[in-house]
């Protein structure tokens, strides 16, 4: 599976923008999506996953209730609305395909798109 992710940008504290994740290729909606984010000189980090059927969510902790992760499964694509940016959500921004199950361990997606760049200006 080809995972793109576009709708990063450049946007002031307080803001919102959404992401999406398109996939192509061979697309199973049976697999879990997520997305990580990858700051200057950090490791990448978990910020949200969604499980097959988009029944089930998960957080890192700093984004919950400003970040929500959603799927469609008939457009094989995932979004990622945030809001209430913070300077500190800078980073970059990968999409993944992950296992059946739900996972927030980066080392369980096997899949992963070009990243996109998120800049929120204090």
């Known amino acids: 599976v080809q995972l793109q992710a576009f709708g990063g940008g450049l946007v002031q504290a307080g803001g919102s923008l959404r992401l999406s994740c398109a996939a192509s290729g061979r697309t199973f909606s049976g697999t879990s999506r997520g997305w990580f984010r990858q700051a200057p000189g950090k490791e990448r980090d978990f910020v949200a996953a969604?499980?097959?059927?988009?029944?089930?969510?998960t957080y890192r902790d700093s984004v919950k209730g400003r970040f929500t992760i959603s799927r469609d499964n008939a457009k094989n694509t995932v979004y990622l609305q945030m809001t209430s940016l913070k300077p500190e959500d800078t980073a970059v921004y990968y999409c993944?395909?992950?296992?059946?199950?739900?996972?927030?361990?980066?080392?369980?997606?096997?899949?992963w798109g070009q990243g996109t760049q998120v800049t929120v200006s204090s």
């Open positions: 993944a395909a992950g296992p059946s199950g739900l996972s927030r361990d980066a080392r369980d997606f096997n899949s």
């Open positions: 969604i499980s097959r059927t988009g029944g089930t969510t």
